[in-house]
């Protein structure tokens, strides 16, 4: 069984989440800022449908980008120095959050639901929240958005609707972090597409320790401005 969690933002240890399904931790509580950056602080995110109770989750091993690790493919090379393409960051931050949520064909529904939109949302007014964006011929094909506090990334979501458009994305946020010197962009869960970008498993313990030390650094003020990287 998991906890239900009550009106204070405290979460039970992460080493108390279950195997199966890996990471499942507590349920409940509410998507306050409060408790979201708490959350995050301790190595835990959000993740569930709409209607159902509020899922917190910390899987074992994670699925981790260290800045410098980020794979850039020679196909992508050569697109990033093309430069055909905008890279802007925290101008359409809500746009960016409903075009990941939009169906995709491996999936059955969204989690990027209503209460998450308005949660994030106001964590990108308070500062905490980002969008990366990949603009072409003046529309919005591509991006990702995520949390950030201290020199600590949380990735959450990205999308494309042209090619390689979040990957561009995704190379200027890495190599921009490289440059603030930030020490880890959290990817969630392992997939064969993040790992194709150089993403890769670390055990539960040693990624927490990697957090408790990068949160408590000073953070880069909002709205982010990224220097030119490409091009």
């Not at 890279?87 to 409903?98: I, K, L, N, P, Y």
Request: neutral net charge; contains cysteine.
């Amino acid at each position: 069984m998991i906890p239900f969690l009550n009106a204070s933002p405290v979460f039970p240890p992460v080493n108390r989440a279950l195997r199966s399904p890996n990471g499942l931790l507590a349920a409940g509580g509410d998507l306050s800022p409060t408790r979201l950056l708490q959350a995050y602080r301790h190595g835990i995110f959000p993740w569930f449908s709409a209607g159902e109770p509020i899922l917190w989750w910390s899987p074992d091993p994670r699925m981790v980008l260290l800045p410098h690790e980020f794979s850039i493919s020679h196909s992508l090379r050569k697109t990033l120095h093309k430069g055909r393409y905008e890279s802007r960051t925290d101008t359409s931050f809500e746009q960016v959050m409903r075009a990941c949520a939009e169906p995709r064909p491996d999936q059955n529904g969204t989690w990027i639901h209503e209460e998450m939109i308005a949660a994030y949302c106001e964590l990108h007014r308070m500062g905490y929240a980002h969008s990366v964006e990949t603009w072409m011929e003046g529309e919005l094909v591509g991006g990702l958005y995520g949390i950030a506090i201290g020199r600590m990334f949380y990735g959450e979501s990205m999308f494309s609707r042209r090619t390689d458009a979040s990957k561009i994305a995704l190379a200027h946020l890495a190599g921009q972090l490289e440059r603030w010197d930030f020490g880890m962009i959290d990817c969630q869960m392992n997939t064969p597409h993040l790992a194709s970008l150089g993403a890769r498993e670390i055990v539960r313990s040693e990624f927490v320790a990697r957090v408790q030390s990068l949160v408590d650094q000073p953070g880069v003020p909002a709205p982010w401005r990224f220097e030119r990287l490409f091009g």
